[in-house]
């Protein structure tokens, strides 16, 4: 009886030790896949910010293009006023 414990406390030591080598695996897949979806999101918001700077130093641009036509306009008036 003795061999027996012994035996079935081997092999529920092997179990224990198989169940807690799965369940650190199943944490370090999910770290990585969690460090995976970080990196995408983060490439996700650098885009978008690179495609928001972008857009507003065109509308700037646009703005001041706009601008410098108006002021042309305003001077040739004026110079042909004289």
């Given amino acids: 009886m003795?061999?027996?414990a012994a035996r079935d406390e081997r092999r529920e030591e092997r179990d224990?030790?198989?169940s807690?080598?799965?369940e650190q695996e199943r944490i370090h897949v999910e770290a990585v896949a969690y460090h995976g979806a970080a990196n995408v999101a983060a490439r996700a918001k650098i885009a978008s910010r690179e495609k928001a700077d972008s857009l507003i130093a065109r509308v700037v641009k646009d703005e001041a293009a706009?601008?410098?036509d108006r002021d042309q306009r305003y001077a040739n008036r004026k110079a042909r006023q004289r």
Wanted: net charge positive.
């Fill in 20 to 22: 807690e080598a799965r």
């Fill in 2 to 4: 003795a061999l027996a």
């Fill in 16 to 18: 224990r030790m198989k």
């Fill in 66 to 68: 706009r601008k410098a």
